[in-house]
């Protein structure tokens, strides 16, 4: 099966002289859920502007489905779904007439694409929104509106650039559970987002992207393997003497308040030492959490280390 999405060498250099893209290759397998991270101003917009055919490559070739976007763009664009970062529809169309009139740029009739966008509106939870003007969404429904109207047409790759930015934590999730129905059937995915936890819930395979160029690209399992230690966070029954936070210097202990500290655990050091060293001043543990995701510790010192 070919690939939903293949890059080749691809190059974007602005009239200004700013390289945004230098060289990248990239492939997305048919089927996967694919996360591509990076600081703002990486190229990761541009990159899915190449893609969907709204930014000019300098160079390279991109393909979608084993189509080339620069040979045939309207037939490469047919299997392209994109939920953009900005709200770009008109805020005083009615929410059901913003995703059938979406369909009719893809020549479906409005008698296939009426029933089409109610089952969708259904599924994202606005199908009793579907005669108010757009403008009196919340933002969460905004962002679910985008959704909709990107899959009406019933793409086979759809790309999600900050879907969930400044949507609430209940509605992020169940987001969430909607796009894991998406790939369940088959749908591409490609994610750009800073909350770094959703791609660490969601997605099998992850690039990073960083000045223009690819810094690291793997499976999740294989980009969280380069995690050479975790920052844990333990919160204790009684108050921590300096004396005892100075028995763990091994693990970098430091105090966060009275009862809390942070220790730096390294891949072969084990959580049950540093529990034990602290019941031996009768110190117990109440709870133990990671300062950050484990993606976002891998991502801030990749990212560092190639500034």
Not at 6 to 27: C, D, F, M, P, R
Not at 226 to 238: F, G, R, V, Y
Not at 242 to 259: F, K
Request: charged share 25%; with cysteine; net charge neutral.
């Amino acid at each position: 099966m070919k690939p939903a999405l293949s890059i080749q060498g691809l190059q974007k250099t602005y009239a200004n002289g700013t390289h945004a893209l230098s060289g990248v290759s990239l492939e997305i397998p048919a089927g996967d859920f694919f996360a591509l991270l990076g600081p703002n101003g990486a190229g990761k917009t541009t990159l899915i502007g190449v893609t969907t055919g709204l930014v000019t490559m300098t160079g390279g070739t991109v393909q979608v489905f084993g189509v080339d976007i620069q040979k045939e763009p309207e037939k490469a664009r047919e299997h392209i779904g994109l939920v953009p970062q900005e709200m770009n529809f008109n805020i005083f169309e009615k929410v059901i007439d913003i995703v059938v009139n979406q369909a009719g740029y893809y020549g479906i009739s409005r008698r296939v694409a009426l029933p089409r966008a109610e089952e969708l509106l259904k599924k994202l939870g606005l199908y009793e929104k579907r005669n108010e003007i757009s403008l009196r969404l919340s933002g969460g429904m905004k962002r679910r509106l985008l959704i909709a109207r990107a899959l009406i047409h019933e793409p086979r790759f759809l790309i999600l650039d900050e879907p969930t930015a400044g949507v609430d934590v209940e509605l992020r999730h169940g987001m969430w559970e909607f796009l894991k129905t998406l790939t369940a059937q088959g749908v591409t995915i490609l994610l750009t987002t800073h909350y770094l936890e959703e791609a660490e819930q969601l997605c099998n395979n992850i690039a990073i992207i960083q000045k223009g160029s690819i810094i690291a690209h793997g499976t999740m399992k294989e980009l969280l393997s380069k995690l050479q230690h975790e920052t844990l966070i333990l919160d204790c029954t009684a108050a921590i003497p300096d004396a005892v936070i100075s028995t763990l210097g091994m693990y970098n202990a430091r105090r966060v308040d009275e009862h809390t500290i942070e220790v730096d655990l390294a891949k072969e050091q084990r959580l049950s030492d540093v529990v034990l060293l602290l019941e031996r001043h009768t110190i117990a543990v109440v709870t133990i959490r990671n300062k950050s995701g484990r993606l976002e510790e891998v991502f801030l010192r990749l990212t560092d280390s190639k500034q």
